[in-house]
């Protein structure tokens, strides 16, 4: 058992099951009968998330700031209103910034480490030194001002994004603040933080990835107890009963979700996907999209069960065909991520591969880590699958991804309806390579009639 997902096991809550192989990142296939692990206790998961906040400030930080030539970087936000990357620099206590809290980060040169300092009136758990005394200095923005002016920086990062908003977090009336302090000779040194804060954000740590492959297992498990028929009574329960089985599952184990999960039934003669208050029949293929919010790393995985019906030992080929199409339009697609290569390009030629095998493909994945959406290129999108701004951003390697995408398939035992075979599992790129995270599905998860 690998030793972050034992630690779940053995702390209080679910009894875990055994975990597949798998969860020590490789590609292997997962029963999709499983069971769910366990969760740590609130002390344990603020220790942990302070461990790694630790170990992404004393190496990410330095390493993104100096590769990208940025030797301050002024951070800010106020309670209630955190800003991204702000929000990822809190200590597990520090739920919000206190009043208005300002970071500052310098690097002073020559190896030597960065200095990170908090101008506001709470410190912040050690992770940085306290900067100012309102006694002394009343003006918080003067502060600021004079911490500038002592370390004379070349290049001042604020985040400022056009295109995205994990990089747009230095809002019009605090920048009119901070520079109205400035001489000018400081306000021409500020450069747009958009490649830093990326990168910081998107940029996952040894720590992290010791722990991330648990997470998704915990998440994975989740979704096998909701796609069971401890949950699902066919020609009772409906699509919403099931979102809302998901919703006070988390309740119960401590966890968040970050997106309302979703259930959407496929049925024999009807159109599209049906939701909501429509009751789940035997033959129906059901698809789930969910994800969690454990540790601050989020999962974002879909799966899809068919709804055995009387006699039925198996779902019928038409729809197993469906799910190997779209696990191949996965394989042709991590074989396409290179670092240095953009979102658009890897989607362009997995696409051109796809459709050369006669696949009928959709694809739209995303960065993961931080956030369920995150910093990173995007490659492809559901209503997009032509070049996009947002792809243009190039691939790095330890960075974590939801291969999200589908396929489209005709299922003979259904008249040739079109089916559309969503699939979603995270995956961790290491600049060479893409391996899941807790390996994927493979086959249908099979829910009994009666």
Known sequence: MAPALMALALSAGLAAAPPPASAQGGDEAVDPQGGAPGVLPMRERARIIDAILAERLDTVLPQVMREEGIDMWVLMAREYFEEPVVASMLDAKSMHARRR??????????????????????????????AWDPDEQPDQWQAVADII????????????SDLTAFADGMTLSQHRAMTARLPERYRERIVPGETLALRWLETRT??????????VALARAIIREALSHEVITPGRTTAADVEWWYRERLAGLGIAPWFH??????????????????????????????????????????????????????????????????NRVQDIL?????????????????????????????????????????????????????????????????????????????????????IDFRTEEDAFFDGETVRFLDGRQTELILIAAD
């Open 206 to 215: 040894p720590r992290e990835m010791d722990h991330y492959p648990a997470i």
């Open 149 to 160: 002016a002592a370390r004379d920086p070349q290049r001042i990062a604020i985040n400022t």
């Open 334 to 418: 991590m074989k396409e991520f290179a670092a240095g290569r953009s979102g658009n390009e890897v989607l362009a030629a997995a696409r051109e591969r796809a459709l050369a095998e006669g696949l009928d493909p959709s694809i739209y994945s995303h960065p993961i880590g931080l956030h369920g959406h995150g910093a990173g290129s995007a490659i492809g999108f559901w209503d997009n699958q032509d070049p996009d701004p947002r792809g243009e951003y190039r691939l790095r390697a330890d960075t974590a991804w939801s291969i999200e995408l589908t396929s489209y398939a005709a299922v003979p035992e259904w008249g040739g309806q079109r």
């Open 101 to 130: 809290t300002i970071l500052v980060l310098f690097d002073p040169g020559e190896g030597r480490p960065i200095e990170r300092l908090t101008v506001s009136r709470y410190g912040l758990a050690g992770l940085f030194e306290p």
């Open 261 to 326: 999960p979703s259930i959407g039934i496929q049925r024999e003669g009807a159109d599209g996907m049906l939701r909501g208050d429509t009751v789940i029949e035997p033959g129906d293929l059901l698809w789930t999209d969910f994800g969690i919010t454990y540790l601050r790393l989020n999962t974002d995985t879909q799966a899809l069960a068919y709804v055995l019906k009387p006699g039925e030992s198996e779902a019928p080929e038409g729809l197993r065909r469906g799910l190997a199409n779209s």
